[in-house]
C-alpha cells in the first residue's frame, strides 16, 4: 500500500492546468485527498484551518506573491508544523541558487515538468527525514530544549544520522539560540562553517554575536552575507538590526528600503523599516510603510496594538497630532487594559502628546509605575517625550539614565538627545551622560 494513501496532500497554484496537473500526479502515487488553493490568501486559509500532511506549492503564485513568502508567513505565525511536508515547485532552473541562501527552506524542490516517479522520490526522501527527527520535533515544540540537544546528538552518534549531518548540526545550534545559549549557538554555527560555507550558517554566527552583544563582529560576518548572497533578504534584515543597536539608523534604512522595494508584501520587514525610519528620524516614510502594513497585512492577527502604537508614534514624529489621536482613541479601551505596563506606558505617553485633555490623567497614573518598573527601549522613549513635554524632569531623566545604562543605548541615543535638544536641555543630557560612564566606571573598576 501506498504511503500517501492517508495522507491529506493540498496543491496551491495559481494557475488551473497546472493545479490539475500536480493533482494528477498526486493521485498516481495514492494521494487520497487533494484540495486545491488558487492563490496566496486561500493557501493561508486552508492551512490555518487544516494543516495538510503534504503541501506542493509553486513558487510563483501571481499578485506579487512567492512560495517562499508564503513558507516565511507560515513559520512567522508557527502554522507549519515540522512534520508537515512542504516542497516547492518550480519552473527555474537557477532555484537552486534561491534556496541554498535563505534560512527558512523548504523541506525540497522540484523542478518542472517531472514524473510521477521523481516525486515519489523526492517525497520518500522527505517522509524518511520526518520520521527520523519526529521525537526532537516534539521535544522542541514542547520547549524541552535540553532533551531536544541530548535527541539531537544522540541521532548525531548514530549510523543513520550520518544522512543528515548538516541538519543535525543546524538543528543543534538553533535550539541553542532560541534557548537563550548564545556562545553555544556560535560555536555550533562555527562548526558547519568548519566544513561548508553555508550562507545561513553565517548569518547564524552573525545572529549569535547580536545576542551577544558583540556588535562589531556581528556586523562584520553579515556583511560578507549580505555581499556574497544579495537574495538572502533575511540577512539584509539582521544587517539592518544590527546597524540599529550601532546608533547606525540612517544605514539600517537604506538597506531595508533597497531590500523592501523587492519584497513589497513582506510585512514584517516592513515594521523594521518603520522602526529604522523613525529611530531615523524620517516620520513621512515611516508613517507611510506603517500604514500600509496596517491596511495590508491581512493574516488574520497579523495587525497588533503595537502596530497602531507604533504608527501613533510616527504621527506624533511628523506633528501630525490629529492623526495620532484618531490612532490611538481607535483602540478599545478593554484592549488598552489588556496589553502589558510596556505598551500601556507608549498609548498613555502619546496620547498625553497628541491629546493632553485625554492622555494627561492617564499618563499622570502610571507614574509611580513609570519610575520603578522594567520597560522597553521604544516605551522608554516614549516616556522621556512625553515627560519633557509635560516639564517632568525627574521621569524624563530617570529614564533616559534607563537607556544609557541598557543594552540598547547606542539604538536610542539619537532620538533621547534630540528630545533633549527640542527643550533646550542639551547640557542636562549631557550630565546624565557622564553620570552613567561614571557609575559605569566605579562598577567596573576592582576594590583593592
Not at 525540497?108 to 517525497?123: A, C, G, N, Q, T
Not at 516639564?391 to 543605548?409: C, F, I, S, T, V
Request: glycine share 4%.
Amino acid at each position: 500500500m501506498s504511503l500517501y494513501v492517508q495522507k491529506r496532500f493540498l496543491v496551491i497554484d495559481d494557475q488551473p492546468q497546472a493545479r490539475e496537473a500536480l493533482r494528477t500526479i498526486a493521485q498516481t502515487i495514492g494521494a487520497f485527498a487533494v484540495e486545491f488553493a488558487s492563490n496566496y490568501q486561500d493557501a493561508l486559509y486552508r492551512i490555518r484551518n487544516n494543516t495538510p500532511d503534504v503541501i506542493l506549492c509553486d513558487y510563483v503564485l501571481g499578485d506579487g506573491r512567492s512560495g517562499q513568502q508564503l513558507l516565511e508567513e507560515l513559520r512567522r505565525f508557527n502554522l507549519l508544523p515540522d512534520e508537515c511536508i512542504f516542497m516547492m515547485v518550480t519552473g527555474e532552473q537557477s532555484y537552486e541558487q534561491v534556496v541554498s541562501a535563505v534560512e527558512l527552506v523548504p523541506d525540497d524542490y522540484i523542478i518542472k515538468p517531472f514524473s510521477p516517479d521523481k516525486l515519489i522520490l523526492r517525497l520518500d526522501r522527505i517522509m524518511a527525514k520526518k520520521e527520523f527527527f519526529k521525537d526532537y520535533y516534539r521535544e522542541k515544540r514542547s520547549q524541552e530544549y535540553a532533551n531536544a540537544l541530548a535527541i539531537l546528538e544522540q541521532k548525531q552518534a548514530s549510523e543513520a544520522g550520518r544522512s543528515y549531518r548538516f541538519e543535525i548540526l543546524r538543528q543543534q545550534a538553533e535550539v541553542k539560540l532560541i534557548s537563550g545559549d548564545a556562545e553555544g549557538a556560535e560555536t555550533a554555527y562555527r562548526a558547519i562553517l568548519d566544513n561548508y560555507e553555508f550562507p545561513w550558517a553565517r548569518a547564524g554566527v552573525a545572529r549569535s554575536l547580536h545576542r551577544q552583544n558583540k556588535l562589531s563582529e556581528a556586523r562584520a560576518e553579515i556583511e560578507r552575507v549580505v555581499a556574497d548572497t544579495p537574495q538572502f533578504f533575511d540577512a539584509a534584515d539582521l544587517k539592518a538590526n544590527i546597524c540599529m543597536a550601532q546608533g547606525e539608523a540612517e544605514e539600517a534604512q537604506r538597506v531595508l528600503d533597497e531590500v523592501a522595494q523587492k519584497t513589497p508584501r513582506n510585512y514584517q520587514r516592513k515594521r523594521l523599516l518603520a522602526e529604522a525610519a523613525t529611530l531615523n528620524g524620517d516620520a513621512d516614510t515611516a508613517r507611510n510603510v506603517l500604514a500600509d502594513v496596517i491596511a495590508n497585512d491581512t493574516m488574520p492577527g497579523a495587525v497588533t496594538p503595537a502596530d497602531r502604537l507604533a504608527l501613533a508614534r510616527s504621527q506624533v514624529d511628523a506633528k501630525d497630532l490629529v492623526s495620532a489621536e484618531k490612532t490611538l482613541v481607535g483602540l478599545k479601551e478593554s484592549e488598552v487594559q489588556n496589553l502589558d505596563l510596556d505598551a500601556q506606558a507608549s498609548y498613555a505617553a502619546l496620547l498625553a502628546i497628541s491629546s493632553p485633555g485625554r492622555g494627561k490623567p492617564r499618563f499622570a497614573g502610571l507614574r509611580p509605575a513609570l519610575m520603578s518598573a522594567e520597560l522597553s527601549a521604544a516605551s522608554r522613549l516614549d516616556v522621556l517625550r512625553s515627560a519633557l513635554n509635560l516639564g517632568d524632569h525627574e521621569l524624563a531623566d530617570h529614564q533616559a539614565e534607563a537607556l544609557l545604562e541598557g543594552e540598547e543605548a547606542k539604538k536610542s541615543f539619537g532620538a533621547m538627545r534630540k528630545h533633549y535638544a527640542l527643550h533646550g536641555r542639551e547640557m542636562d543630557f549631557r550630565n546624565i551622560q557622564k553620570q552613567v560612564a561614571l557609575k559605569r566606571i566605579r562598577h567596573d573598576t576592582p576594590s583593592s
